[in-house]
């Protein structure tokens, strides 16, 4: 992890955001202002492996030919319990993959903003299509939101967003991406435990070494599991004896319910409504960390866009996702639940709207401040220096606008006397270079 203002994701602390979408067919990739590393979606440790496979693994010398690195490898996991069978076949002719190596070293200096990837994630035919599969599978999507307590309608966004609804799960070879990343990617030592777990995976018989296909950084299936996440949360819902993310949608259904359900979905509420606020609101009170019960944001002036909010029993964040000038959200506990599932503001809140717009809601009121120009991210790393030298500290230089990078520009923008939304404008730089 380079910065400190990295979004910590479960255990092993990265995440992949939305970019896995476009390597995998699905919607475009999330806003680099709020996507975390690139690693992988639906992401978990697992505690199927014992402990020293992992610990004991090391990251390899440059120097290294990569068939030597195999040979090694292949000894680590077959002492970590894989057959020598599954092994040899997994790796029988591999090579690294230069696709995968170009991909992963990639730092575009331009991303889309959130606004550009929402009419993307949640265009109208991409709703169109998620309404029609809803109505082929309604059957076994109610048995599933059953046992797991979790609307269907949720399930189906995250499948239509991940990979078309099934349409393109990826072309990648599994195997072969995460043995190049673990060779010689730049978290090289994060891909060895997920080249393990891919094994383990192939080792129990759930999918043949042919059908291990996914997006270059290893995501796999109809909804995009990293091989930790598969092997903690995929489920055998059609008991056919293999969980099957693929070919079986009982399997995808179920198991990406059960990934839901088991990081703590709230049955029977939704993820947040979009609202409005009152003038002179004080916009300190934005983020995610500053949780108010539903009444308290009422209190406050918090009013719907739509009407009247829909209910809570927990605690409510408000987020302004393109700064004061642009929507606000209440975002609800189940949110949370899906930043687990892709730690990245932006894909959670187009899941929540894709969600809604296959029940017949209505998109954003709120206009988006469209006329902004966008930050590049050499920019973004001059906002961070420039804060930093104010004695606003972001806890490093790398180009994401994390938490640690909004903290310090909303005390820049009291300074200044300005809403302090945290939000980075072209403005703002030219103030701080001022």
Request: with cysteine.
């Amino acid at each position: 992890m380079r910065s400190g203002d990295r979004p910590r994701h479960r255990a092993w602390a990265l995440t992949a955001g939305a970019f896995l979408l476009a390597a995998c067919g699905g919607a475009a990739p999330a806003p680099a202002d709020s996507r975390p590393a690139p690693t992988g979606t639906a992401t978990a440790p697992t505690t199927a492996a014992p402990a020293a496979a992992v610990t004991a693994v090391t990251a390899p010398s440059a120097f290294v030919s990569f068939s030597d690195w195999l040979a090694s490898f292949r000894q680590e996991a077959v002492a970590a319990g894989i057959s020598p069978a599954t092994v040899d076949a997994a790796f029988a002719g591999l090579s690294p993959d230069p696709r995968v190596t170009d991909l992963d070293q990639s730092q575009p200096e331009f991303t889309r903003r959130i606004w550009e990837y929402l009419d993307s994630a949640v265009s109208a035919s991409r709703v169109g299509m998620g309404r029609d599969r809803y109505d082929q599978h309604r059957a076994l999507l109610d048995q599933v939101g059953r046992a797991y307590g979790v609307d269907p309608r949720f399930i189906v966004a995250i499948w239509g967003l991940e990979s078309g609804y099934g349409g393109n799960v990826g072309s990648f070879d599994v195997i072969r991406s995460l043995a190049t990343l673990a060779y010689e990617g730049r978290r090289q030592v994060i891909f060895r435990e997920f080249l393990l777990q891919a094994l383990r995976i192939l080792d129990r018989g759930d999918i043949a070494r042919e059908r291990m296909i996914g997006s270059w950084a290893g995501a796999m299936g109809q909804t995009q599991f990293m091989p930790g996440s598969y092997l903690s949360y995929a489920v055998d819902f059609d008991a056919d004896g293999r969980r099957d993310l693929w070919g079986s949608l009982g399997d995808v259904f179920g198991s990406t319910a059960n990934y839901l359900a088991q990081h703590g979905w709230v049955a029977g509420e939704t993820w947040g409504s979009e609202v409005v606020l009152p003038a002179g609101f004080d916009f300190r009170l934005t983020g995610a960390d500053t949780r108010r019960s539903l009444a308290e944001w009422q209190q406050l002036g918090v009013t719907g866009a739509r009407g009247v909010l829909p209910a809570t029993r927990g605690a409510a964040a408000l987020i302004v996702p393109a700064g004061h000038r642009g929507p606000a959200f209440l975002v609800y506990d189940n949110f949370r639940v899906i930043l687990r599932y892709n730690n990245a503001t932006s894909y959670a809140l187009a899941i929540g709207l894709l969600a809604d717009a296959l029940a017949g809601q209505g998109g954003v009121v709120g206009d988006w401040p469209e006329r902004d120009p966008p930050l590049s991210r050499s920019d973004r790393e001059e906002l961070q220096r420039l804060l930093t030298a104010r004695g606003y500290d972001t806890q490093g230089i790398d180009g994401i606008i994390g938490p640690n990078t909004r903290n310090a520009l909303r005390r820049f923008q009291e300074e200044i006397g300005v809403p302090a939304d945290g939000y980075p404008t072209v403005d703002l730089l030219r103030r701080l270079r001022s």
